[in-house]
């Protein structure tokens, strides 16, 4: 009786003891790029904007600020010898301290190819998808780089998921066909939401969980090309939140501003300018089928030639807010810097 009653105290203890061992996080299952190339359902345009995020927050004290610049000359050719010493940082108007400096040119990329389907595309849609194929061919090293292609007019849809297979992305673009809407202009067939599909894309496509870390091999260039006149008449959200968000998830865009400009309100211009200037990115205005060619083959060129610079911020407030980054070249007027213009500090509850 006494071996039987200790057994059943030996059994007991052990079972209290698994319950208070933490379960193991589950893991993702793998993406199968097979399955993802095929159609899918529209993805949530209606949901909610996030507070707060810490997406691209900064441990500080551990970890650095990792910014990513282009350098150009006023003729738009990438500059590449540009060395540490002349170059300064400053965040939020104060001089930072450079830990790294160096040329990139291996770094892995994440490209969300994002192509409009509304009316202003119908005839420049061809040539958009046989430029960005081009594209996504030359820059997509296998098993190193990825890419996913997403269309929007109303509503945003998921075409291919981030492959790094070239064959995979080639039956995706293949999959996409314009299809011309006979509904009256004032329908919400008719409608465009722009802003929505950039949140969408840099919230649900590229955003990344891990926060920017010392070392520069965790980085990953992530950007959004984005193939539109420029045209927002439905988004629930604004340009102001397309863009916080882009800075949230670390998201380049390069914007290509094309459409019919006879039979629609023409390019805006002015919304591709600064969704470039925000996040580091660029905004073209190809005329002809040519010009398109040579934008892609300058976006790339650029994301092949960038550099890397990394500080740790002076400021150790752990407020959570927006912190503007500049990163200056002296003594070369004649150079211009592209960079994304800050990111979001940590708060003491990321920190934890």
């Given at each position: 009786?006494?071996?039987?009653?200790a057994?059943?105290?030996?059994?007991?203890?052990?079972l209290?003891?698994?319950a208070?061992?933490?379960r193991?996080?589950a893991?993702?299952?793998p993406?199968?790029?097979?399955?993802?190339?095929?159609?899918?359902?529209?993805?949530?345009?209606?949901?909610?904007?996030?507070?707060?995020?810490?997406?691209?927050?900064?441990?500080?004290?551990t970890?650095?600020?990792n910014?990513?610049?282009?350098?150009?000359d006023?003729n738009?050719?990438?500059?590449?010898?540009?060395?540490?010493?002349?170059?300064?940082?400053?965040?939020?108007?104060r001089?930072?301290?450079?830990f790294?400096f160096?040329?990139e040119t291996?770094?892995?990329?994440?490209?969300?190819?994002?192509?409009?389907?509304?009316?202003?595309?119908?005839?420049?849609?061809?040539?958009e998808?046989?430029?960005?194929?081009?594209?996504?061919?030359?820059?997509i090293?296998?098993n190193?780089?990825?890419a996913?292609?997403?269309?929007f007019?109303?509503?945003?849809?998921?075409?291919?998921?981030?492959?790094?297979?070239?064959?995979?992305?080639?039956?995706?673009?293949?999959?996409?066909?314009?299809?011309?809407?006979?509904?009256p202009?004032?329908?919400?067939?008719?409608?465009?939401?722009?802003?929505?599909?950039?949140?969408?894309?840099?919230?649900?496509?590229?955003?990344h969980?891990?926060?920017?870390?010392?070392?520069?091999?965790?980085?990953t260039?992530?950007a959004?090309?984005l193939?539109?006149?420029?045209?927002?008449?439905?988004?629930?959200?604004?340009?102001?939140?397309a863009i916080?968000?882009a800075?949230?998830?670390g998201?380049?865009?390069?914007?290509?501003?094309?459409?019919?400009?006879?039979?629609f309100?023409?390019?805006r211009?002015d919304?591709l300018r600064?969704?470039g200037?925000?996040?580091?990115?660029?905004?073209?205005?190809?005329?002809?089928?040519?010009?398109?060619?040579?934008d892609?083959?300058?976006?790339?060129s650029e994301?092949?030639?960038?550099y890397?610079v990394?500080?740790?911020?002076?400021?150790?407030?752990?407020d959570?807010r927006f912190?503007?980054?500049?990163?200056?070249?002296?003594?070369?007027?004649?150079?211009?810097i592209?960079?994304?213009?800050?990111y979001?500090a940590?708060?003491e509850?990321?920190r934890?």
């Amino acid at each position: 009786m006494k071996v039987l009653t200790a057994l059943m105290v030996l059994t007991v203890c052990s079972l209290s003891g698994l319950a208070q061992r933490p379960r193991p996080a589950a893991e993702r299952p793998p993406k199968n790029d097979s399955q993802s190339a095929q159609k899918k359902p529209p993805l949530d345009s209606n949901k909610e904007p996030e507070v707060a995020s810490s997406d691209d927050s900064v441990r500080l004290g551990t970890d650095l600020v990792n910014v990513l610049f282009t350098a150009v000359d006023r003729n738009n050719r990438v500059i590449g010898d540009i060395r540490q010493e002349e170059i300064s940082v400053l965040e939020d108007g104060r001089p930072q301290q450079i830990f790294t400096f160096k040329r990139e040119t291996t770094l892995p990329i994440n490209i969300a190819i994002l192509m409009d389907l509304s009316g202003s595309q119908e005839y420049t849609f061809p040539q958009e998808k046989i430029a960005a194929g081009e594209f996504l061919r030359s820059i997509i090293r296998p098993n190193r780089d990825s890419a996913a292609i997403l269309t929007f007019q109303d509503d945003v849809e998921l075409v291919q998921g981030l492959s790094s297979r070239i064959d995979t992305l080639n039956r995706a673009f293949d999959t996409i066909q314009y299809s011309s809407r006979l509904a009256p202009s004032s329908s919400r067939h008719q409608a465009t939401a722009l802003y929505d599909a950039i949140y969408i894309t840099a919230d649900e496509i590229l955003a990344h969980d891990d926060y920017r870390k010392a070392s520069d091999d965790a980085v990953t260039r992530r950007a959004i090309i984005l193939l539109t006149d420029g045209v927002d008449n439905a988004s629930r959200r604004k340009l102001d939140d397309a863009i916080d968000r882009a800075w949230r998830a670390g998201v380049v865009i390069y914007s290509i501003g094309i459409g019919d400009r006879f039979r629609f309100e023409g390019i805006r211009e002015d919304v591709l300018r600064r969704l470039g200037e925000e996040t580091g990115g660029r905004a073209y205005f190809p005329r002809g089928a040519d010009d398109l060619l040579n934008d892609f083959r300058q976006i790339e060129s650029e994301m092949r030639s960038q550099y890397l610079v990394a500080y740790s911020p002076s400021n150790l407030t752990h407020d959570g807010r927006f912190r503007r980054v500049e990163v200056r070249v002296n003594a070369r007027p004649d150079a211009r810097i592209i960079h994304r213009r800050g990111y979001y500090a940590a708060t003491e509850d990321v920190r934890k």
